[in-house]
Nanobody, 122 residues
Framework: EVQLVESGGGLVQAGGSLRLSCAAS????????IGWFRQGPGKEREGVSC????????YYADSVKGRSTISSDNAKNTVYLELDSLKPEDTAVYYC???????????????WGQGTQVTVSS
């Protein structure tokens, strides 16, 4: 059975950093793209970053470009998202997803995790 489990969220001070993890199982990890999305209170779900495990290409939303890094450890079937210089507007539930095409549009993804809460205090 396909499973995606996020971890690493919590309460973080503005200006700080964190690293989120997405542990995948139940499918051929190397055949998929993995993406990170977030949804803040009263907001639509938006793409943050994604990576293709086929060719290694990475993509970042303008809101996090320059202060985030996505990486994949294929031996562990785990994708990480590092966020630096955190802002209150980064507060959201962060989800990881698996799909065939790397894109920041949520409608194209097949499998989803349950999410991990990130709260940035000002």
């Amino acid at each position: 059975e396909v499973q995606l489990v996020e971890s690493g969220g919590g309460l973080v001070q503005a200006g700080g950093s964190l690293r989120l993890s997405c542990a995948a199982s139940g499918f051929t990890f190397d055949d998929y793209a993995i993406g990170w999305f977030r949804q803040g209170p009263g907001k639509e779900r938006e793409g943050v970053s994604c990576i293709s495990n086929i060719d290694g290409r990475t993509y970042y939303a303008d809101s996090v470009k320059g202060r985030s890094t996505i990486s994949s450890d294929n031996a562990k079937n785990t994708v990480y998202l590092e966020l630096d210089s955190l802002k209150p507007e980064d507060t959201a539930v962060y989800y990881c997803a698996a799909g065939f095409i790397p894109t920041l549009e949520a409608t194209w993804w097949t499998y989803w995790g349950q999410g991990t809460q990130v709260t940035v205090s000002s």
